[in-house]
Nanobody, 126 residues
C-alpha cells in the first residue's frame, strides 16, 4: 500500500514563498509519475505540476509556470513543490498524487492517479 503525506502548508503574504513536501512510502516509484494538484475554494481540483520519478522530466500548468518548481529526492522518497511569488489566487488545499507505471509526464487528470495524500492548506494573504 502506498502512503503519501504532505507537509509544509501555511499562511504567507503575497509575494512570499513556501515549500511543500510529500513523503512517499510503501513501494518503489521508478516507473511512476508524481503530481501536485490543488483545490481552491469553490473550485474543482486542478493540476499544478508533474514529474517523472525516474529522470525528473517535469510539466507545469500555465498558471504556475515560472513561479513553482516541482522536484523529487529519490533517496528520501520525497516530492517537493517550491512555490515562489505566491498570489492570493494560489490559496488552496494542495495534494500530492502518484500514478504507477506511467508513460510520459503530461498527466493532468486527477482520475489517472492511483494514490493521493490528505492535502495541506496554503493560504496567501494580500
Amino acid at each position: 500500500q502506498v502512503q503519501l503525506v504532505e507537509s509544509g502548508g501555511g499562511l504567507v503574504q503575497a509575494g512570499g514563498s513556501l515549500r511543500l513536501s510529500c513523503a512517499a512510502s510503501g513501494r518503489t516509484f521508478s516507473s511512476s509519475v508524481m503530481g501536485w494538484f490543488r483545490q481552491r475554494p469553490g473550485k474543482e481540483r486542478e493540476f499544478v505540476a508533474s514529474i517523472r520519478w525516474s529522470g525528473g522530466t517535469t510539466y507545469y500548468a500555465d498558471s504556475v509556470k515560472g513561479r513553482f518548481t516541482i522536484s523529487r529526492d529519490n533517496a528520501r522518497n520525497t516530492l517537493y513543490l517550491q512555490m515562489n511569488n505566491l498570489k492570493p489566487e494560489d490559496t488552496a488545499v494542495y495534494y500530492c498524487a502518484a500514478k504507477s507505471r506511467a508513460l510520459g509526464v503530461v498527466i493532468t487528470t486527477g482520475t489517472e492517479y492511483n494514490y493521493w495524500g490528505q492535502g495541506t492548506q496554503v493560504t496567501v494573504s494580500s
